[in-house]
C-alpha cells in the first residue's frame, strides 16, 4: 500500500518489512507492535490460528479490507475468529468523519482541540460494518450518518482494529488526509500507547518509534 509504505518506511525507528505467509518467521511474529492485513483474498486456517494467538497475547493487528467486494465473504469467515463486525454490502454515498473517540489511546493527546467546523476526511465508498451479538468494541472514526469507518476490539490481551475500506484515495481522501499521520503513528506503537504528541494540521511530527510491523 504506498501511503503506508511512504509513511512507515520514512522513519528509521520502525522495523517495517512486507511479508506473505509463506515467508513468515514464525519465531519473529511475537515481536512485532502491529500486523496489517492489507486487502487479502485468502486467509489459510494455520494464518487465522498463528493470529489468533499473537492478538491473544498482547498483538495489535489491523484489518483493511479488499477492493473487490466478491472476496468480502472470505474476509467476514476470517473475521469469526475474533468476535468483532462484519461487513455489508458496499455503499456509494457522500459522507464525512463526523467523530473522534478522543478517549481511545490511539487519539489521547493527539489533538490540542477539534474545531467546530474542521476540515474532517471525505467517504464516497464504503463497506457498511455490521455489529454482531458477539462483537464488543467501539467505533474510533465515526461517519456523519452513523456507521463506524473504524472499529476496534480488544481479544485476550490484544486489539483488532478494522476499516471499513482499501486505504485507496477513490474511496475516501482519508490517506491523504493530515488525520492519517497520528492515525498511523498510534497504531504502529501497538498496543502499548505510551507517548503524547499534540497534532495541528500542517504541523511537523517529531517522533520515536521503536516498532515492528509486518505488512501481508
Known amino acids: 500500500n504506498k501511503y503506508i509504505d511512504a509513511l512507515l518506511n520514512q522513519n528509521d525507528k520502525v ?21 496489517i492485513l492489507n486487502e487479502l483474498t485468502t486467509y489459510s486456517s494455520g494464518l487465522a490460528q498463528m493470529l489468533v494467538a499473537y492478538v491473544n497475547e498482547g498483538g495489535s493487528l489491523f484489518i483493511i479490507p479488499p477492493a473487490d467486494e466478491k472476496h468480502m465473504a472470505t474476509l467476514n469467515k476470517f473475521l469469526v475468529n475474533y468476535k468483532t463486525i462484519q461487513f455489508a454490502e458496499k455503499q456509494k454515498l457522500s ?30 465508498e464504503y463497506y457498511r460494518p455490521q455489529i454482531q451479538a458477539v462483537a464488543n468494541g467501539s467505533a474510533l472514526l465515526k461517519l456523519n450518518n452513523g456507521d463506524a469507518l473504524i472499529w476496534q476490539n480488544k481479544l485476550g490481551k490484544g486489539n483488532i482494529q478494522l476499516i471499513a475500506q482499501p486505504i485507496d484515495e477513490r474511496w475516501g481522501n482519508l490517506p491523504a488526509h493530515a488525520l492519517f499521520v497520528p492515525l498511523m503513528i498510534n497504531l504502529s506503537r501497538g498496543v502499548a500507547v505510551k507517548q503524547q504528541l499534540y497534532f495541528t494540521t500542517g504541523s511537523q511530527l517529531n517522533i520515536e518509534l521503536h516498532s515492528g510491523i509486518w505488512l501481508l
Do not use: W
Not at 505467509?21 to 519473529?28: F, P, Q, V
Not at 481511545?104 to 474542521?118: C, M, Q
Open 95 to 124: 459522507l464525512r468523519i463526523s467523530d473522534i473517540d478522543l478517549r481511545n489511546p490511539l487519539f489521547d493527546g493527539v489533538f490540542a482541540k477539534i474545531p467546530r467546523n474542521a476540515d474532517m476526511p471525505l467517504v464516497n
Open 15 to 35: 522495523v517495517y518489512r512486507k511479508v506473505n505467509e509463506l515467508g513468515m518467521d514464525y519465531d519473529a511474529i511475537g515481536m512485532q507492535t502491529l500486523i
